[in-house]
């Protein structure tokens, strides 16, 4: 009961930041939406314990809502972001990261982490802080796979709508540089029968 408690004080703290974010890009609520369906997809796929399902979907809930501080001219800019842009726009994990902490919930740090570390890559390309293969936690490698197939599965400003089977093979290319390969056997399982789909 006191875990439930715990839980919900947390989903309460982060659903009023989401609203808050979807607010300012209202392409961010469907987004977010479809990636905690999918993440907790992969996610029971992986065998996470009910804890760990509850962190994840919490973490997909508001993993983007560091985008609160991105000025407009960044955030909703339609075209290409040029460098100077992309580095502003990268912040937002850091961001998203410091908004959880401060919530000073019991589950905050387990959240902000994987909040932190959702656009690190295995081979350690990625940021904030280049972490590498395992280094990476486990929740934020998960929501990785499901942030990148939404986002390339959906119509935005700057690319043509893809098809289920061109993002997967986009996906696929992409396993061992910014992908988990044991996270992408899961999720290309469930995939392929998932209402998260696209067509
Ligand atoms: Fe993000």
């Not at 009023?16 to 992969?42: G, M, Q």
């Not at 994840?56 to 560091?66: K, Q």
């Not at 401060?102 to 081979?123: F, G, K, Q, Y």
């Not at 293969?133 to 119509?155: E, F, H, K, N, Q």
Request: charged share 30%; glycine share 6%.
């Amino acid at each position: 009961m006191q875990e439930l408690l715990k839980f919900s004080a947390l989903r309460r703290y982060t659903k009023a930041l989401s609203v808050a974010l979807h607010e300012r890009d209202p392409y961010t609520r469907f987004h977010c939406e479809r990636v905690i369906n999918l993440a907790t997809e992969i996610g029971i796929a992986c065998e996470l314990s009910d804890r760990e399902l509850v962190l994840l979907g919490v973490g997909a809930s508001f993993h983007d809502v560091g985008k609160i501080g991105i000025p407009d001219s960044v955030l909703l800019k339609p075209g290409k972001l040029d460098a100077d842009e992309w580095e502003i726009m990268k912040t937002h994990s850091e961001r998203g990261e410091r908004i959880v902490r401060a919530t000073m919930l019991a589950d905050a740090p387990a959240v902000a982490s994987i909040i932190r570390h959702h656009h690190e890559h295995v081979d350690g390309s990625g940021y904030p802080d280049g972490l590498s293969g395992d280094g990476i936690p486990l929740l934020s490698r998960i929501l990785s796979i499901a942030d990148s197939y939404d986002a390339m599965a959906t119509v935005r400003a700057y690319h043509r709508p893809r098809g289920h089977e061109e993002v997967v093979a986009m996906i696929r290319a992409e396993v061992n540089t910014k992908f988990d390969p044991k996270v992408f056997e899961r999720f290309a399982e469930v995939i392929a029968k998932s209402p998260s789909r696209t067509q």
